[in-house]
Structures are given as C-alpha cells and as structure tokens.
C-alpha cells in the first residue's frame, strides 16, 4: 500500500517553522514513496481562527513546492477537506461511538468537579428525555479504567500509558462541533493516512486516540512524532516570542528554496551532502533517520545556505530575481553588471539595500576614507592618484569591458612606480565614498558608465582639494 500522509494545519495565523517543517516532512514522506500528500484545514476552533490564515496555508504550499494531491482546492474521493463543512460526518460516527461504548453523552455543566463522570449512570431512558428537552450536552470520550494501552512510534520508541492517567476528554462540543481529539482520528481513518507525521505535543493524546481506533475495530495509523524546533538549548521556536515565521524570513530575503533545504536538515539526516533540490530531498529523505533530539534553529547556517543558492544561481535568473531591489535607483547604470557584481557578496537578498545606497549619489565626502593602510593610501596621495588618472578616464571608451580597462590601469600604476591599489583604491572611493562597496574601481566605473565616472572623479579632486 502507498503512503498517503496529510497536513492538518490549523488557519490560527502565520506558517511557524516547526509547522513548515511537519508539512515538509509528510510531503517528503509520500512522495519518496509515490504515495498521495493530504492536506486537510482543521479550523473546528473557531474561535481561533484568524481571518487570511486558510489562504496563508495555500500560498505557502505553493511557493515552497508542497503542492498536495487532494485537499480543499483540489478534488478527491476523502472531501470535503476542511473540518467544519464535515460536521455531519463527525457527528454520526460520534453517535456510533456511543454505540460501540467509547462515549458517552455528558450533560453536566463544564464547572462540575467529578472523579468519575456522573453521566456514566444515566439510563437511556433519561438520556433520551434530556435529549428531547433540548437539555445541552457534549459528547465524551469513555475510558476504560485500568488499563495498559501502547504504541510504537517511530521516532520516540515504545510509549505505554495507564488509562487511569486519561480524562474522558469532550469529543463533540455542545455547539456541535468536534474537537481535534475526535475529528483527526475520524478524518485520518476515513481519508485513509497511512503515517501521521506531526509534533510531539500530541504523543500523549495518542493512546486515547487509539482507543477510539479500537473501539471502531480501525486499523492505526503509523505515528511519527516530531521533536520541536528549538531556538535555543531550552527555549522552543516561537513567533509569540518575536522568532521568525516562514514569511518573516521571506521578508527579511531569504530565498523559498534555502528555507526549505535548511529547514528539511532540522531534525533529520539526509547524508553527507547538505545542498539538496526539493527532488534531492525527496529521494533521500528516510523516517528512520528523524531524530527525537530537539534541533536548534540556526539563523546564520540558514544565511551561510542561502548565500549558497543565490551564488548557483544564473547571472540572469539571479538578475531578474533582485531586479525589484533597484527600485530606488534613478540613475541609468548597467544594472546587469551591478547583479553580477552583487551575487558572489549577498548572503540574503535585504543585504541589497546598504550595497546600492552609492548608486544614485556618492555618499558624504569623508577623507578619512581615502586612508587605507594596506594600500598605503592617503587622502593626500589620492589627490595624486586621482589627478594621475583621470586623462585615463577621459580618453577610454570602453567601459564596459573590464579585462582592458585594468589592464590600463595597471600599466598607469607601473608607469608610475605606484602600486596597483594606489591608483584603484582612492578611484573606488572617489565613485562611492564608502570603504565597503560591491566590486572595485573598474566594475564601479562600469556599472556608473563614463559620465557619471568623471563627475565623481572631478567632484572628488574637488572636495579634497579643499578638505586637505
Ligand atoms: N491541527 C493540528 C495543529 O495544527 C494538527 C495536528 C496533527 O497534525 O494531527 O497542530
């Protein structure tokens, strides 16, 4: 039998990592198996429902490339896909459950302290003439008491639990509607998962969840708990507390596909190589490698690996992916030479801003910038240089072509008994007036062409003339 999996994320706001992450896994899970991915909405707490979120989870599936096979936008024989247009469905096998003696109709009132549930005792006779005075109600589940119940989970080895230790949790709400302790096992038989694939948070539950299996004589599912995300040794990831959420990390220019690879790495083994295509982690992913030891979520390996995407990138598909970066750029420059001289230097794409700020204009004169020790450079022997190259920039025309354009400048610097950086270092500065920028003298003068070249030249000459 192929995998089927599925992800049931609750519409309640943004896409968490760790969420991510459990989307990711069942995805990776089913496809190296050939098998279908789910996805299911699970928005039976309305009350936490955020409004948008229902269309956060679709668009973040898309860009990552976790497209499902069935689900709400997509048809299948297991629909409706999204819980609360399936509460007749909840409530007739909720009826069965009675039936079968795993529930119980509770009309006491939620303050009521009780041991064990008074509602037990009720005859169905009574039952039925509260029903018919419309008296509220919720429906139980029924624990047996004294019992050893297990499960194998995949990650976290063999878990046994007394029933003793399970409360008679609410599996229908008085308003109808199921809570997720009742309707995941429901969906997940009825949908036919084969491997549920989520966090750790609900290990405990499960052995109550696996009553109810057994109470409709259901085959279980294989569990596969997963630890959490974490941001340090003890803290857990989370974006109540300020840490990022999928589409935090967007914003801040992290790339879909570098997410996605780093975030696959977070608690699972793929082998030696860790640059992996979706495809790549499709292949190697391996339940049995999950680790149940908490992994911390490192922002600067995610850095270091988006730095990684952006370099494999083509120059023109890495072009055409920062071109909306240069908005604020007025001037007419080359702009394909700006990217290329940008890509081997970004780690993530905001990075941009700060490399471009020179673009439009130099920034403030400073002739503490002219000043580099290892060129040996001053603002006063800069004066020198620049005054010395400037005929080269006056009578070369070819700026675009940077092999020739050094060679002349390094033929200048010979002439001249000058170092290489004696005449490109106060250039460079002169362009930008920033000790940091992307590229030196000959691709600056290349992206700014030979006009807007000579007027910073000569506006440099200018102000250091007058500074010095
Ligand atoms: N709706 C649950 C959540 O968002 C899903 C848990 C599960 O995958 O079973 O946490």
Known sequence: MKARTRFAPSPTGYMHIGNLRTALYNFLMCKHDNGDFILRIEDTDQQREVEGAIQMIYDVLDQTGLHYDEGPLK?????????????????????????????????????????????????????KIKLQNNEPYVIRQTIPPHQQVSFDDEVYGHIEVDT??????????????PTYNFANVIDDHLMGITHVIRGNE??????????????YGWEKPTYIHLP??????????????????????????YLKE?????????????????????????????????????????????TWMNGIY?????????????????????????????????QPRVEKLTDINSLIDFINEPL????????????????????????????????????????????????????????????????????????????????????????????RVHKAINDLEKNI
Request: glycine content about 6%; overall charge negative.
């Open 228 to 253: 959490p995300v974490m941001k340090d040794e003890t803290h857990k990831l989370s974006k109540r507390n300020g840490d990022a959420s999928y589409q935090d990390l967007v914003k801040q220019g």
């Open 75 to 127: 048809s299948g024989h297991c629909g409706p896909y999204i819980q609360s247009q399936r509460l007749d469905i909840y409530h007739e096998y909720a009826l069965k459950l009675i039936k079968l003696g795993g529930a119980h109709y509770c009309f006491c009132d939620k303050n009521d302290e009780f041991e064990i549930d008074p509602c037990h005792h009720l005859s169905q006779e009574e039952i």
């Open 258 to 302: 570098a997410i996605i690879n780093y975030i696959a790495l977070l608690g699972c083994y793929f082998g030696e190589e860790e640059i992996m295509s979706l495809e790549q982690l499709i292949q190697n992913f391996d339940i049995k490698h999950i680790s149940k030891a908490p992994a911390i979520f490192d922002i600067n390996k995610l």
């Open 310 to 342: 952006l370099r494999n990138m083509s120059l023109n598909d890495y072009h055409e992916l920062i071109k909306p970066y240069y908005s604020s750029i007025v001037r007419n420059v080359d702009l394909l030479e700006l990217s290329k001289v940008l």
């Open 364 to 455: 403030e004169f400073d002739p503490s910038i002219y000043k580099h020790k290892k060129m040996k450079t001053t603002p006063e022997n800069s004066l020198e240089a620049l005054k010395l190259v400037l005929p080269l920039l006056e009578e070369f025309n070819e700026y675009d072509n940077d092999e020739k354009f050094a060679e002349e400048f390094i033929k200048l610097a010979k002439a001249n008994g000058l170092k290489n950086g004696q005449v490109m270092w106060p250039v460079r500065v002169a362009l930008s007036n920033k000790a940091l920028t992307p590229g030196g003298a000959i691709e600056l003068a290349h992206i700014l062409g030979k006009n807007e070249t000579l007027r």
């Open 202 to 215: 609900y290990i405990i539950s499960t052995p109550k969840y696996n009553l109810i299996y057994d109470s």
């Open 164 to 177: 003793d230790s399970l409360n008679e949790g609410i599996l229908i709400k008085s308003d109808g509607y």
